[in-house]
């Protein structure tokens, strides 16, 4: 389980400058706004489970898409999440409802500095590859647009993020 941020990005272009021009302008859109998600994959069918948080990452929405995340749980077995050490992951906020249900949910915390060990990360590099890559997006809600499409159709079994994210 993880998160990922989409910024959005003005152009970016290579351009010659005749040297008889002081000051070229280049006009451009830019912005530092960025949209958020929650996500976790379940390794054996390629199933995605997506949330995105109102505002901003915090024990609360971390502890929401928990509650979500485990209504998606096998009956019976017992759900590992590999998930990085951010703050909100580990809040004391929903310290004894972890300790509560331990026997079938387990955070299984990963090295600091290692997302390559994190399979989700590559959910995450998957769409940027796929929905954002040479794409200009004048809005956030045309970055939304672009990868919730696929966000639905990876939020039932597929082989693509099965293979993806296989072990």
Known sequence: MDEVHFQQHGSRCRMWVPPEVDDPICLHAPTR????????????????????????????????????????????????????????????????????????????????YSPELNPIERVWKLIRRRCLHNRYFAALDEVIAAVEPTFRLWSRPNATLRRLCGI
Not at 36 to 54: C, H, T
Not at 84 to 94: G, I, K, P, S, T
């Open 33 to 112: 706004k960025s949209i958020s998600y929650f996500g976790a994959v379940r390794l054996n069918d390629g199933m995605l489970v997506m949330s995105r948080p109102n505002g901003m990452f915090d024990a609360q929405t971390c502890w929401d898409f928990y509650r979500k995340l485990r209504r998606h749980r096998r009956g019976g077995r017992k759900m590992v999440i590999i998930i990085d050490n951010a703050r909100y992951h580990h809040a004391c906020l929903h310290e004894a409802w972890r300790d509560e249900v331990a026997g079938h949910f387990c955070l299984h915390f990963l090295p600091p």
